[in-house]
Structure formats: structure tokens, C-alpha cells
């Protein structure tokens, strides 16, 4: 009946609506890909199960630099997106996308052929594959955006209407409006590590090695999260966040942080305030949050003899743990004003039997130990690559 049509459609461009809502509160908190924004988006209408929506979506986008359009099959599989591999669109072939025809087209076999076979020849063979039966109707509806492209949704049950036209209107305008702020964001996020990756480099420009230490710590600090089985999202955070471990000491003065032989204990009692002052400095912004946990706590010991807090075990930030280890490493490798290089072999036999300052078994997390005698290798061929200092 027209009346349950227009209510479920409605229901279904309600659900688009609060989808879009959502991601606009939440995409300066989570970077999202473009495809999880499809997965969100496409997820709302596939998932009626076939009472009032189609049973698979078409997404084609036309590459800016080349042309080409290229698109893939998407279906809801035991409550699970499924997908198609990748389809071309040859613009000379009998499937191309005509992306500046009508804004919808809504077709169904029977208003144009004279058997469901014959229509089958409008459809991409991978479509047809990824069906697994014949095409029926269709509704097609262009986006628009900076990736221009075509929505075309498959096998309605029964005949498509205006109501369909509808839902697939919206999806549409929800598609290329998250897909341009996605590629905003994305912009904006390659500022935001460029202007962090600089406020790092000014707090090493004092010290030998400029810039290089940071850079190195931020690669131990990726490689270890991988190896742990992290959450990819984290492991992308701390291997930018790692650099601005040593942020606060942008406000130690250099006569402190350049001087040859040991520190007094008033001077180290000035050193040792920059965890705070690094803490402070990054502010309470949710997107540094991790970098304010790796500032004020890269110096705290696993058994609760670090500083400045004195934490211990786990109530150490996971990421500053982490980093811990990493900066302990580059030190050790790195030439200072007050001491030698060790070698990679020599740094090895520090974080297994211990020195005058590093003490293993009370400094790190067993676990994170674990994991870089696991892949200490990766250590040495990161030192290597950025510029490490050879003994």
C-alpha cells in the first residue's frame, strides 16, 4: 500500500539522517575512512532484510586523476556487510556509468524487456556474478561532491516506485556529503600531524641529532603497538604522538639540557619538571590525549620508582610504557654531550642484564620487554634508516 511505502521510506531517510548527525558530532573525535562511511551509510537501507529496500548496492566512483570509474557490489550477509571485488567501468563498454545522464532512473524488467533474460545484458558480469540470480529493477541516483559517482540499488522486492527513488535520493546526498567532509578531515588531519611533527622538532633543536631522535621514537613506538596486537587506530595515534614525549623541555634551559657530565641536583631536579611541563603544554584537547599520557608519563617505572608521579604496573598509561622502552632505546644508541653510542648489541645487553641507570625487570612492562626482544631486529634497522650514529 502507498501509505506502509512512504512510511517505510520515511523511516529509512530518518535513519540516513541521524547516521549524518552522528558522524558530524563524532568525526573530529574518530577519523573515519571513506569506506566505513559507506559501510554506515549503505548498512541503513540494506538492512530492511527485503521487507521494503534492495537487496544489493552498486557504489561507482570516477576517479579525478584518470577518468576511470570504478565501483564494487555490496550486500547484507547474516548481519554482515559483504562485498564484491573491484569493478572497471570501461567507458566505451555496454555497462558504462553515464554519470551526467538523469539524476534518477528507475527501472523495472518488465516496463522494458520482454524477458528478465534479455535484461540481464545491462548488467556488468561481476554484478551478475555477485548476485547469483537475475537482476529484477533497479533505482540509480548520482552523486554529487568532489568524488562524483552512482548509487545503484538491485532487486527491490516487487516493483520500485517513487518511494524507492526517494530513499536512494537521500543516500545519495548522505554518501557525498560524508565523503567530502571525510576528504576535508583528511586535509585538516595532514595539518595536524605536520604542525605537532614541527612543535617536535623545535623542542630537539637544541640537542644533537635534530629532529631525528623524535622521529625514531616515533617508529619504535609504531612497531611495538603492531607487534602487540593493539587496535590499528591506536597504533596509527601513538606513532605520531610518541615525537612530543619530550615536549616539556622546550622549557628547560639549554645550559641544563646541553651540559657535558652529569646534572647537579638542583639541575636535575629542573629536568625532571618536564613531564609536567609537557603535559601542560599539550593542553586537554581530545585529539593530543594520548600525547599528554606518553608526555607526563614516558618516565614513570614499572615498579613505581619513576617520575614524577611515582606510578606503577598499569596504572602507567599503556602509551607511555611504550614509549618508555623506545626512548630508552634511542638514548642508548644516540651520542650525548656526556656520553658514548652504545652499539645495538651493547643496547641488547642493557635491557637483559641491566646497567647503572636501566634496570629491567623493575623499569619496563615484561610484556612490552617481551615484545622487543621479539623484534629488537626492527629497533636496529629503524636506527640505521634514520640516521643513527654508528659506534
Not at 647537579?264 to 590525549?289: C, Q, V
Amino acid at each position: 500500500m502507498p501509505s506502509e511505502l512512504c512510511d517505510m521510506s520515511l523511516r529509512q531517510t530518518q535513519e540516513l539522517l541521524r547516521l549524518t548527525d552522528y558522524t558530524l558530532q563524532n568525526i573530529c573525535c574518530r577519523r573515519y575512512t571513506s569506506e566505513e562511511l559507506y559501510e554506515e551509510a549503505l548498512r541503513k537501507v540494506l538492512g530492511a532484510k527485503g521487507r521494503r529496500g534492495p537487496r544489493y548496492i552498486l557504489l561507482v566512483f570516477k576517479d579525478m586523476e584518470t577518468g576511470i570509474h570504478r565501483g564494487r557490489v555490496f550486500n547484507m550477509k547474516e548481519g554482515e556487510m559483504a562485498e564484491s571485488e573491484e569493478i572497471t567501468f570501461d567507458p566505451g563498454s555496454a555497462y558504462a556509468i553515464d554519470m551526467a545522464g538523469a539524476e534518477t532512473v528507475i527501472s523495472n524488467w518488465c516496463d522494458v524487456c520482454e524477458t528478465v533474460e534479455e535484461y540481464q545484458d545491462n548488467f556488468h558480469p561481476v554484478v551478475k556474478a555477485f548476485v547469483g540470480g537475475p537482476v529484477k529493477n533497479f533505482v540509480c541516483n548520482r552523486i554529487s561532491g568532489d568524488r562524483p559517482g552512482m548509487i545503484i540499488a538491485l532487486n527491490y522486492p516487487g516493483v520500485v516506485t517513487e518511494y524507492d527513488a526517494d530513499v536512494l535520493r537521500s543516500l545519495s546526498v548522505v554518501i557525498g556529503s560524508l565523503v567530502t567532509i571525510s576528504n576535508e578531515m583528511r586535509e585538516t588531519e595532514k595539518a595536524f600531524i605536520y604542525t605537532i611533527e614541527a612543535l617536535a622538532r623545535a623542542c630537539e633543536a637544541a640537542e644533537e641529532e635534530t629532529g631525528k631522535h623524535v622521529l625514531r621514537v616515533n617508529r619504535y613506538a609504531g612497531a611495538l603497538a603492531a607487534n602487540m596486537g593493539l587496535p590499528a587506530v591506536f597504533i596509527e595515534t601513538i606513532s605520531y604522538s610518541a615525537q612530543m614525549h619530550d615536549v616539556g623541555k622546550i622549557k628547560i634551559p639549554n645550559s641544563i639540557l646541553l651540559k657535558e657530565g652529569p646534572l647537579d641536583r638542583d639541575e636535575m631536579k629542573i629536568m625532571m619538571m618536564h613531564p609536567a611541563y609537557g603535559e601542560k603544554i599539550l593542553g586537554d584537547s581530545p585529539r593530543l590525549s594520548v600525547a599528554r599520557q606518553i608526555a607526563i608519563s614516558h618516565h614513570e617505572n614499572w615498579d613505581g620508582s619513576g617520575y614524577p608521579r611515582g606510578l606503577k604496573g598499569d596504572k602507567i598509561p599503556l602509551a607511555g610504557r611504550i614509549v618508555k622502552l623506545a626512548d630508552v632505546y634511542d638514548a642508548l644508541r644516540s651520542k650525548r654531550s656526556y656520553k658514548h653510542a652504545c652499539s645495538h648489541s651493547e643496547t641488547l645487553s642493557v635491557f637483559s642484564e641491566g646497567d647503572e641507570r636501566v634496570i629491567p625487570a623493575l623499569h619496563f612492562d615484561p610484556e612490552i620487554l617481551k615484545t622487543f626482544f621479539r623484534i629488537e631486529h626492527i629497533f636496529e634497522s629503524i636506527y640505521e634508516s634514520l640516521g643513527g650514529v654508528m659506534p
